[in-house]
């Protein structure tokens, strides 16, 4: 069994850019960050992206806005941003206050500066298979994770558990597109699936992107099975220094037992997804740039 180790594949990854940003001598990339509200875990992600930026030589900006901000103060400056020619890439961080529609929000966002690949044009180039557009950063750093752990995904099964927008969708296009890796044949499951255990024991790989801490157990896995798993749960836990522990989707010590291939969280899919970041960031420059 083998723990994939995100961290390191992550980190080789900040490696090339770094020295691909070195050689743009006259300008560097740079990012814009719009935060609404101080939900401590998005306070979190934006820090980490920041530094990260930061040590590749991507110039990042943070704007704050309160919770209580109104949709025509974000979409303002949203289109400031837009319309800065220094900005190559603008990410907004979920989730956003109730009283502002998400889609609508990523919309706003110009798609030559869209690196979180949310809006609607980018998810249309997914589902065309046009590599012009930007791909969302977690499922891409799923692929990436898949093809640089060398594990075979044409003509093999997929069991994708989660359907939302940023994850589990892209994710199911990704795994059957033509080309590697990908080549798969996908299965989409989510909360109404009927009799969900029986379809993820079929998986040759299992993309777990639900959102509920320790779903997936051994019982519902297959012998050999390589196993992704996309979340980040916070579990309070009194004897840890900030009050809570991360855990994933999976039952990592039972799930474990039986996978060829794991990824632990934390230090598996989510540094991926800070990585596959800065990588639109830097394409998104090099497109303005027409470097
Ligand atoms: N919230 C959780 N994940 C993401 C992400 O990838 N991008 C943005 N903008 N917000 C998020």
Known sequence: MQIIDGN?????????LTAHVSG??????????????????SVSYVRKKQKTAERIGIESRLHLLPED???EALFE?????????????????????????ETETFNRVTPEKDVDGFNTLNIGKLCQEDPSGFVACTPAGIVELIGRSNIETEG?????????QIV??????????KGLPGNATVTVCHSRTKDLPSITRKADILIAAIGRANFVTGDM????????DVGINRLADSS???GYRLVGDVEFSSVAEKASHITPVPGGVGPMTVAMLMQNTVRAFQAARHE
């Open 77 to 101: 400056q949203i289109d400031v941003l837009n319309a800065d020619t220094n900005v190559n890439g603008i990410l907004v961080q979920a989730p956003l206050p109730a009283h502002i529609d």
């Open 168 to 177: 589990g969708k892209p994710a199911a296009l990704l795994m059957m597109r």
């Open 240 to 242: 840890k220094k900030n």
């Open 24 to 41: 743009f001598t006259k300008q560097k990339p740079v990012v814009a960050f719009i935060r609404v509200g101080e939900d401590p875990a």
């Open 8 to 16: 390191a594949i992550a980190e080789s990854i900040i490696t090339e």
């Open 221 to 228: 896995v297959k012998e050999g099975v390589a196993v992704i």
């Open 156 to 164: 093999r099964h997929v069991v994708v558990v989660g359907r939302s």
């Open 69 to 71: 901000v109104s949709k």
